[in-house]
């Protein structure tokens, strides 16, 4: 016989008396951690406890035995009912991230536009600054040239004046 507790008392079963005829391996729940699997075996233990008792074939004693199973339907319903409210307040977190995410996103996406509005502004105001440059640098350079040419030009009107003078004294 192996001892077992069944509200407060102290049972014996017999081997052949520990797996109920209810008890089918083919629909256990796969994880053991799921809602399925732990109202699968909140029954179980029900289930077991109706069997042995019923099986015994003994009237034990039990004064609180239709309290004991209200308080135990009880227990149940209050886990369900938090397994329920949690189930529920995960639910709506998960809302309020996957909103945070969607505002985080949309945030992230205007900014991107605002910055590739910049940076095509930005292209601009080079392509401007550039086209500039080329002209003043077109510029300088032709006054360069007019410079060099003007210069030439003095010269050889310094030289040319020159000349005219000694011819002047020359003649003179």
Not at 69 to 81: G, P, T, V, W
Not at 111 to 127: A, G, S, T, W, Y
């Amino acid at each position: 016989m192996i001892p077992t507790e069944t509200t407060g008392y102290y049972q014996y079963l017999s081997p052949e008396n520990l797996i109920p005829a209810e008890f089918n391996i083919i629909n256990m729940p796969s994880s053991p951690t799921s809602s399925s699997s732990l109202n699968y075996l909140n029954d179980l233990i029900i289930i077991n406890n109706n069997y042995s008792l019923a099986s015994n074939g003994q009237d034990l004693i039990m004064s609180n035995n239709s309290t004991s199973d209200e308080d135990h339907h009880q227990s149940i319903m209050a886990l369900n009912e938090r397994k329920q409210k949690r189930m529920l307040s995960n639910r709506e977190s998960a809302r309020r991230s996957r909103m945070r995410k969607q505002r985080h996103l949309d945030e992230l996406w205007s900014q991107v536009i605002r910055l590739r509005n910049e940076n095509n502004c930005l292209i601009d105001k080079l392509m401007q600054v550039s086209d500039t440059q080329d002209n003043v640098l077109k510029e300088n350079s032709k006054l360069k040239e007019e410079v060099s040419d003007l210069r030439r030009l003095v010269s050889e009107l310094k030289s040319n004046k020159d000349s005219s003078l000694l011819r002047q004294f020359e003649e003179v």
